[in-house]
Every structure is written in structure tokens, then in C-alpha cells.
């Protein structure tokens, strides 16, 4: 399946883009989590648990076990820091 | 209710007029203005960026809002939240609800708060004179939301 | 700090902004705007008159003010109080605090309303369809007050 | 000694004035109260305890043992409902 990966702030520029398609095989967050650190650094660095982010599954909040399924938006960002 | 989030300042006597002028049941307007400060972590400050996630920001506040109203007695809810280039004291977000009496008003305008600055996707840049950084969440704001 | 008993409305935004324009270091107002209510216990509000006593008003506000200046870490509070007569949906008080962070602001602006609820001698008479009446006082905002 | 009483609101209409002078012998607002419900009605109705009410002693809220002076002002007023 393909997801829409999405990169904001800090996130967006050590990975030099704002988004990305990612081929996943069946899985959950984490899977794709996994998936991107085998890439090593920069990724490894950012999502393999060191650094505090967040991930949101087609705009809700997410955790590790949430289910994707083909064409959703995943969003993976630092914590946020508005207001 | 009212949720925007845009580049332009608003003005919270206005907003706050809005929330009681066409409802004589309101007696209790609890607000909140956040700006930027001049001084963060030590360092001066002399620009900020406001980045956001576009479509989840609106989505998020909403979901923020629905409870609170879902939770306290609130006759209605403002809030609006700018994104873009921000300068010292410039004001960053509102929060004002309006509500028959103060107590509601007061929980539900800071849980509004608390939940924002946890769970909204908004990341403020700053630029200081070493430079640009991104700001760091707080501790004490996890701790803030969790109180709820 | 900027306390007043006066007739005259008065206007939240512009006293809001007087706040933090003058003190980039001022991160956070809480606010709090109270207004005459055209429903109190279930009877239409037509008029409402606000009696005090001059002199100890002041005096009591400015204690208030003071104690929480004590408690918390502000940097500037704003408290204005209506007088005389006022129609449903007019403003009666304001209160504005600012701090660097919006904790202590929204503690500080609460606790100053609930203390004024309770000791600042102020006392309301409405005219309903059924004549004139003082409203009673609420046990609610004395446990309000005992909270802090 | 003199004290200067003062009434407000509900008490104010109640009692048919804003002020007057009572002459108390030395003692506490509990004595000038005791000597203000000796009068019966309207005074013993408000004032002997079975309606709330709240004593400023020159401008500060006090209780039944505060001392009181000759000049003080002593105010009597129904709990406050400004706000």
C-alpha cells in the first residue's frame, strides 16, 4: 500500500522535504516507523525513539499501534509548540 | 463557536463584543491572549514563524473546543490562532468563552488553552541573534494538559 | 497595576493592550469580563443598579490586587468596576492579568474575581417585571473564594 | 466614645439612613451590635444573627471581637454581590 507521509518543522527540514509516498507493506505506525529508520541518518537519528515526536494518522493524533490502510496521510512531527 | 487560524492580528475587544452582544443569557467572558515574548530561554528574540499543518490545525481545534463544550455549561467558544512572520508582543492566539457564569467560563477557556499547546499542530521558529532555532516544548505544558 | 470604580464603561481590548504593549516581556493576559445577565433566578432582568462604598472599594480591590501580586509572578493587572445603573448585556467588571507564562495569569485573574465576588462591597439591585430586589449573595462564590 | 455607623444596600433601606453617630462605652464591633439590636425592630431583626451580614471597620472587613476607638467608621452591610 502507499501512504502520503507528511514532515512539519524541524522534522521537514532534516529530511530536506516536506512529504513523501511510502510503499508499506500491511502494518501499523510502526511499521512505517521502522521502515524509515533502515534508512539510517538522518532518519534513524529523528524517529528510532532517542528524540520526542508525534504522529498523527490522517489528521488525529496516533500512537505506535494504529492500523494504516492504502492512500492514508501520515504526518510525523516534533511536539508541538503553539499558543 | 468561531475557529480560525490566519496570518492577520485580530482584535480581541471585538471578538470578546461578539460572544455577549447577540446573547443577554451570557454573564462571564473568560479570555485568553498569548504573545510573543521578547525573551525566551534567555536569549533575545526578534522574529518569530508560526508553522502549522493546514486542514489538521482547524480539525484539531475543533476537536478541543467540541469538548469543552461537551464538559462545561458554555453558551460559546472564540478561538483564533495566527500562523506566519510574528514580531515581540505581537498576539500569537485568543481563546474567549463565554459562558452564564464565571467558574465554566474560567476551566473551560484554560483547558481550551492547555490542549492547544499540547495537541494543535503549530511550531514556532524563533530568531535570535545566534540565529534561527526551533522552540522546544515544555515540560510543564504535558503536566498542564494532563491536570484535565 | 490600574484599579478603577467608575460609572463609565470601559473597553477591554484597549485595556488588554495596555498591558503588554508597553512590556514585551508579557507572554500570557488572562482576562475576565462580567455582564448584567437579563435572566437571574429565572425572572427577566430589566435594570440593574450597582450600589459600593466609596473609599473602602478601592481599598479592598487594591488588597486583592496586592495579594495576588504576592502569590503569583504578574507584571501588570488591570481591575475596573462599574457603579450606577446598567442594562442586560453590559459589561459590570473587568479584570486583566499579565504574566510571562499563562499559568500563573489565569490562577491570579481567577482568584482576584473570586475574591472580589466575596469582599469587595459591591451590591446589585435588579428591577424585574415584579419590582426592585437585591440579589442575594451565592454560597457558590464563597467556596470559590475558599479555595485559594 | 463615637463611632460613625454606616449602612448599605438591603440595610441602608432597612434601617431608613446611610449613617449616624452612636455613642458606645469602650468595646468591640459584638458590643456596638448587642447596643444596636436593643432597639428592636428593624435593628434586632438584621442584626441579632439570623440574617448574614458583614462588618468594615474603617474600610476593612472586620469581626465581632474587633476593638473599636472613638472616630472609627463601622460599616454594616449585606454580603457583598458586585462582580
Redesign the interface.
Known sequence: MNINV?Y???LREAFGTPSEEVELAAGDVADLLALLCTRGKPWADELSGQR?FRV?VN???AGPDTALADGDEV?I??????? | MKIAVQPEAFDLGAEVAALYRANPKVGAVASFLGLVRDINEGDGVHALTLEHYPGMTEKALAGIVGQAVARWELLDVTVIHRVGQLRPSDPIVMVAVASGHRGEAFAACEFIMDYLKTRAPFWKKEVTPDGERWVEARDTDDAAAQRW
Do not use: N, Y
Open positions: 507528511l512539519f518543522a524541524r520526542a498523527a489528521q488525529d493524533l504526518a512531527f516534533p511536539p508541538v509548540t503553539g499558543g
